[in-house]
């Protein structure tokens, strides 16, 4: 058998030839441009991957959210007034039938119209004689959480307005009335009353199981632009935002703007985890950091202000401060936890019951304070009348007291003492020396504690906030009205091993606790 050998075609001849054969195929196939082949045809398709979608929850939640406008009767300077409706001390009531005023309002819809209905809108747009129209105030963002028309927002949306209207996510608008507000959580409810109209309403969650990184779903009313959906997730959770003394704001990246107060912060469940009602922004504009109010903190406000139109608080009446590591160190606590009372206010149940400046709640009902903000909170919400057990740490030993909890008067502050530098004349006096701890004291014109004459600037004391003019009240809770008393006090701490000593310091803006090391003195 002969072997026929045939020359083998080079790379480039084949695809020479291919090229040629597939141009004259695409010619007389569909006689186009040579340049134009059938791999062109289809569009670029890639698969996309899967990724959550929140248009679900937004078709169901979104007819629950509403917008909210609120409007304030001002009363027009007597330089915008163009009349008055007094004549001599007369109204047009008293004007005689025939007068052309009387006749002239009776016809046009006047105050005094003989017709009621125009009659009524004159009032509803002017307001009864002497108090004003009614002007645009506010507006911000609201949901219903009943079928019957009850609906959250926040205190401040709401804040001395006179009329409230809400406007439904199909463009509906409903007057609705203030049934109660509550300054201290910012939050407000109002009631749409709607004959023969349910409204589609949502429920709140359980925060406790809010994680930090779940998705949330924010709608509401951002710059008048109702319906407005956006989307992130939980960003942190426990926020101290120094708006008030129950601070525990939920922490958002969804973005949030002027007019989404009031509106909810969705699960992807489409459960209420937090009302918004704070941003952070230098600019005015969203920034990536919104904060609202946990579900768990409105739901027991919300009930309240239902109920009742407002909310009782219980109340312990001290005063308190954070205990810092130097501040357990100086009173021989284990851990910086707790409340330091830095005073007890006259007749309050904390003073009845025997609390004293100086001590440091750890617990109440056995549960351990982490610190004044957590002693706040469980305090208020606590029924007034109830019976406490609060645990102190005092003169180095744990004790324990019993106490009914009072009613949180409307007046009274829960916020921190006032440390803003402040300074008052003194007048020359001998002072003596506690060069050790950069301080300079004489005796107080008053007999109790010792005044701070001077403070070393580059001292611990300067360090910790003591100014030229305060008082040293105490010093590890003992009263002191000598440098000789203060010094006695250290040397017995020094003797028990503690490096610090706590400091009662009183000022024109309120009483504090400063630790100061005793180390070296």
Known sequence: M?????????????????????????????????????????????????????????????????????????????????????????????????????RFFREFGGPDSRDGDRADRWRDRHGPRGEGRLRPRAQGSGFFITEDGYLVTNNHVVSDGSAFTVILNDGTELDAKLVGKDSRTDLAVLKVDAANRKFTYVSFADDNRVRVGDWVVAVGNPFGLGGTVTAGIVSARGRDIGSGPYDDYLQVDAAVNRGNSGGPTFNLSGQVVGINTAIFSPSGGNVGIAFAIPASVAKDVVDALIKDGSVSRGWLGVQIQPVTKDIAESLGLSEASGALVVEPQAGSPGEKAGIKKGDIVTALNGEPIKDPRDLARRVATMRPGSTADVTLWRDGKSESVKLEIGTLPEEAKATPPDTRDEQTDQGQASEEALADLGLAVTPSEDGTGVSIASVDPDSDAADRGLKEGEKIVSVNNQQVKTADDILKVINNAKKDGRSKALFQIEADEGSRFVALPIGQS
């Not at 291919?18 to 195929?25: D, H, N, P, W």
């Not at 695409?26 to 340049?35: C, E, I, K, N, S």
């Not at 059938?38 to 398709?45: N, R």
């Open 2 to 102: 002969s072997i026929i050998k045939t020359p083998r075609p080079s790379l480039k001849t084949v695809l020479k030839t291919s090229t040629v054969a597939g141009l004259a195929a695409v010619m007389l196939t569909t006689g186009l441009p040579a340049q134009i082949t059938q791999s062109f045809a289809e569009a670029v398709s890639v698969q996309a991957p899967a990724v959550p979608s929140f248009a679900n929850v937004v078709d169901a939640v979104s007819p629950a959210v509403v917008s909210v406008r609120v409007q304030a009767r001002e009363q027009a300077s007597d330089d915008e007034s163009n009349f008055t409706f007094d004549f001599g001390g007369r109204g047009f009531e008293d004007l005689p039938d025939d007068h052309p005023l009387k």
